[in-house]
T-cell receptor, first 114, second 113 residues
Framework: DADVTQTPRNRITKTGKRIMLECSQT?????MYWYRQDPGLGLRLIYY???????NKGEISDGYSVSRQAQAKFSLSLESAIPNQTALYFC?????????????FGPGTRLLVL | GQQVMQIPQYQHVQEGEDFTTYCNSS?????IQWYKQRPGGHPVFLIQ?????EVKKQKRLTFQFGEAKKNSSLHITATQTTDVGTYFC?????????????FGQGTILTVHP
């Protein structure tokens, strides 16, 4: 969905490096999420934010941090990248005012940690 | 915490055959959603089920929500090559109509022409 964008789309980094993945949305949604996707493990929630002042840990937050700079922007940081953080990362948004609160996903960032 | 298990992990079918994926939650759900991810793409919402025993259809796709609201299934009749992709179920914990979802592991569907 072009309304949710992620940068970069692909990233190769080395163990120990700090990297930031960025997510921007033009949907006007208050709620934003970061997931990682690994083969056979599905989508696992890293962090989520229900508004600019709200940050919550998901099921696999260790080794990650986030920043909600504005309603439209939600960044994910890996303070010291390690190889098992190699994965496909998705940002998503949702609007609780919708009847079914669908999640809208960005195109994903493919991260390789060497 | 809440767990959502989905089986099978992989399914290979010949075009025209039927396909079913099953989703089971460790706890009662308030609602369940289904998403499809095409190869190289991102998950896209298909449908939401809310009521106990609910059945919804979208053309060749039939979605069911169990009576106890702990399981769900997606059935595709007469698969086509356009059905290729990964299908995810995602549940919301009972008592919360909104908020975060717990995703199943997904079923990867391959359709051979």
């Amino acid at each position: 969905d072009a309304d949710v964008t992620q940068t970069p789309r692909n990233r190769i980094t080395k163990t120990g490096k700090r990297i930031m993945l960025e997510c921007s949305q033009t949907k006007g949604h208050d709620r934003m999420y970061w997931y990682r996707q690994d083969p056979g493990l599905g989508l696992r929630l890293i962090y989520y934010s229900f508004d600019v002042k709200d940050i919550n840990k998901g099921e696999i937050s260790d080794g990650y941090s986030v920043s909600r700079q504005a309603q439209a922007k939600f960044s994910l940081s890996l303070e010291s990248a390690i190889p098992n953080q190699t994965a496909l990362y998705f940002c998503a948004t949702s609007d609780p005012r919708q009847g079914r609160e669908t999640q809208y996903f960005g195109p994903g960032t493919r991260l390789l940690v060497l | 915490g809440q767990q959502v298990m989905q089986i099978p992990q992989y399914q290979h079918v010949q075009e025209g055959e039927d396909f079913t994926t099953y989703c089971n939650s460790s706890t009662t759900l308030s609602n369940i959603q289904w998403y499809k991810q095409r190869p190289g793409g991102h998950p896209v919402f298909l449908i939401q089920l809310v009521k106990s025993g609910e059945v919804k259809k979208q053309k060749r796709l039939t979605f069911q929500f169990g009576e106890a609201k702990k399981n769900s299934s997606l059935h595709i009749t007469a698969t086509q090559t356009t059905d290729v992709g990964t299908y995810f179920c995602a549940g919301r914990a009972g008592g919360t109509s909104y908020g975060k979802l717990t995703f199943g592991q997904g079923t990867i569907l391959t359709v051979h022409p």
